[in-house]
T-cell receptor, first 115, second 113 residues
Framework: AQSVTQLGSHVSVSEGALVLLRCNYS??????LFWYVQYPNQGLQLLLK??????LVKGINGFEAEFKKSETSFHLTKPSAHMSDAAEYFC?????????????FGTGTQLKVEL | NAGVTQTPKFQVLKTGQSMTLQCAQD?????MYWYRQDPGMGLRLIYY???????DKGEVPNGYNVSRLNKREFSLRLESAAPSQTSVYFC????????????FGNGTRLTVT
C-alpha cells in the first residue's frame, strides 16, 4: 500500500527565509504527487501536482517541488517566506485505479512564519 | 461559481443520534469523495463515488453510509453517532482521471457528545 510521510508536524521560519517542507512517499511505481494548503477554517487548495511531465513543478504563490525518484521524495520549497504563507500543508499521493483519484494524505505540516 | 458546497458548517450530536451531511458540486465532476480530518492524522478517505451510480469504501468506512443522489450531490450519513466520529468532514470532487486534483468544500465540524 502506498503511504506518505511528512517529516516535522510544525515548521517555523522567519519572514524572508527559505521554506522547506519534506515529503517522502512509499510506492513501487512513481505515483502522482500533490501538495495542498489549508488555511484556518477552510478546505484544502491545490498548490501543485507532479504528473511525470517534469521533475521540478511550479505551483501557486511562489511554491515549487522537486520529484526525486532515487530518494522517493517530493519536498516543497519557497525561496522567501511571507506572513501569508502561514497555514497547514499536506502532501498527497494517488494510485492508478481507473476510477476516481483517491488520495492518500500525509499527516500535515503546520508552517509558522515569524517577523 | 460556488464549487463544492457542504451543509451544515457545524453540528453537535448526542451519542446515538443520526444525521446526514450534504455535499453538492457545480463543476460537472464525475467523482466525489468524503474525507475526515483529525489532528495529527491528516485526511482519511471514508467513501468515494467514482461516477454517478457507484460508491465504494475508503480507508475508514465503518459507521458511515453514503448516497450518490445524482451527479451533483453526494451525502454522508451517520446512523448512530459515536464520540469517535467527532471530526471535521470534507467533501471533494474531481474529474475521474488518476491525476486530477480534488476540489474541496469548506468542511463540516461535527462534535458527538
Amino acid at each position: 500500500a502506498q503511504s506518505v510521510t511528512q517529516l516535522g508536524s510544525h515548521v517555523s521560519v522567519s519572514e524572508g527565509a527559505l521554506v522547506l517542507l519534506r515529503c517522502n512517499y512509499s510506492s513501487s511505481v512513481p505515483p502522482y504527487l500533490f501538495w495542498y494548503v489549508q488555511y484556518p477554517n477552510q478546505g484544502l487548495q491545490l498548490l501543485l501536482k507532479y504528473t511525470s511531465a517534469a521533475t521540478l513543478v511550479k505551483g501557486i504563490n511562489g511554491f515549487e517541488a522537486e520529484f526525486k525518484k532515487s530518494e522517493t521524495s517530493f519536498h516543497l520549497t519557497k525561496p522567501s517566506a511571507h506572513m501569508s504563507d502561514a497555514a497547514e500543508y499536506f502532501c498527497a499521493v494517488s494510485w492508478i485505479t481507473g476510477g476516481g483519484n483517491k488520495l492518500t494524505f500525509g499527516t500535515g505540516t503546520q508552517l509558522k512564519v515569524e517577523l | 461559481n460556488a464549487g463544492v458546497t457542504q451543509t451544515p458548517k457545524f453540528q453537535v450530536l448526542k451519542t446515538g443520534q443520526s444525521m446526514t451531511l450534504q455535499c453538492a458540486q457545480d463543476m460537472n465532476h464525475n467523482s466525489m469523495y468524503w474525507y475526515r480530518q483529525d489532528p495529527g492524522m491528516g485526511l482519511r478517505l471514508i467513501y468515494y463515488s467514482a461516477s454517478e451510480g457507484t460508491t465504494d469504501k475508503g480507508e475508514v468506512p465503518n459507521g458511515y453510509n453514503v448516497s450518490r443522489l445524482n451527479k451533483r450531490e453526494f451525502s454522508l450519513r451517520l446512523e448512530s453517532a459515536a464520540p469517535s466520529q467527532t471530526s471535521v468532514y470534507f467533501c471533494a470532487s474531481s474529474h475521474p482521471s488518476d491525476n486530477s486534483p480534488l476540489h474541496f468544500g469548506n468542511g463540516t465540524r461535527l462534535t458527538v457528545t
